[in-house]
């Protein structure tokens, strides 16, 4: 350096390869999305100047994904997460404190309550009785040898039985998350990864459900433990039975009512008292049936109108 005022230029060439890699040569070969870039920065610092003179070419490509289903999870996967979640040290469930240990029996139940094989199907619903009975064990191994396996089942559900696995799943993540962060959050961990996988069943066997066409409501006739199931014939063979029924107590009505009170002789007083208030009795309730039978006979003509109308 001569003095403060001298200035000097410094050149700073960037090379590139002559031929890309082949890789790269795929990724951008007939890419119009190239950006011819020529920067020049001028800085001043103590009367220096820095040039930056080169022609750069930066370029990139786009991809876009072949399917928006690309984007979302695969349920096999994420029963495996649940699986690989369960890969804990040996000794992990049975170090549990107390509270916890009892979280993990409430996570059990839940997994396993009710009628586990019917609604999940044979295979699906022993593995999570199972499960279920290594959690209540503090069986850590066995608990990850079995979530292993579920993964493999999953083909064999069907919608019903992807919905009820789903809602138990759901619930016994909610029992893991209720436990609070224990040890390096293994738990929380679980609770993720069965809520997520619970979902994903739960939402599947939902938007299968959509597409099946809608079945025919059953309408059913409960008076304590007896049900029957109410069709349009049986509505009409009630109108018939009321309008009977209607015509019947009627009848007997007026033919009480035709009988005169003073045609009743008794021994005493309180005889002719206690005929007459029966006499009273028995025309409210045969006048009462006869109203009855009519409102009866009307609903269930209506009814089955409609059912008729709603079968066809």
């Not at 890699?21 to 999305?33: D, I, K, Q, R, T």
């Not at 040290?89 to 029996?105: E, I, K, T």
Request: proline share 5%.
């Amino acid at each position: 350096m001569s003095s403060s005022s001298s200035s000097f230029s410094l050149f700073q060439s960037t090379t590139f390869p002559s031929a890309p890699c082949p890789s790269n040569a795929l990724l951008f070969h007939n890419n119009p999305n190239y950006i011819p870039f020529k920067p020049t920065f001028k800085h001043s610092f103590n009367s220096k100047t820095l040039h930056l003179s080169k022609p750069i070419t930066v370029p990139f490509a786009l991809t876009e994904s072949d399917s928006p289903k690309s984007l979302e999870p695969d349920l096999q996967t994420l029963l495996q997460k649940v699986a690989d979640s369960f890969y804990l040290p040996s000794d992990y469930f049975s170090q549990l404190p107390g509270d916890l240990r009892l979280d993990l029996n409430d996570a059990a139940f839940d997994l396993s309550n009710g009628p586990v094989i019917d609604e999940c199907g044979v295979e699906v619903g022993e593995a999570l009785l199972n499960l279920s009975r290594a959690w209540e064990l503090a069986d850590t191994s066995t608990s990850y040898t079995l979530a292993s396996k579920l993964p493999s089942l999953v083909n064999s559900l069907t919608d019903s039985a992807k919905s009820a696995c789903g809602r138990r799943l759901v619930a016994a993540g909610r029992r893991f998350q209720s436990m609070g962060q224990y040890g390096q959050g293994e738990l929380q961990k679980i609770a993720k990864a069965m809520d997520a996988a619970g979902r994903l069943l739960s939402a599947s066997s939902i938007s299968a459900t959509t597409e099946e066409q809608p079945k025919t409501e059953t309408r059913m006739f409960k008076f304590g433990e007896l049900q029957v199931e109410v069709t349009s014939d049986k509505a009409n063979i009630g109108v018939a039975i009321g309008f009977v029924f209607g015509i019947l107590s009627w009848q007997i009505a007026q033919g009480i009512q035709s009988v005169p009170e003073s045609s009743l002789e008794y021994a005493n007083d309180n005889a002719l008292l206690l005929a007459k208030s029966l006499r009273g009795a028995l025309l409210a309730i045969f006048y009462s049936s006869t109203i009855l039978s009519v409102f009866t006979t009307i609903g269930l003509f209506l009814l089955g109108r409609q059912l008729k109308s709603e079968g066809k």
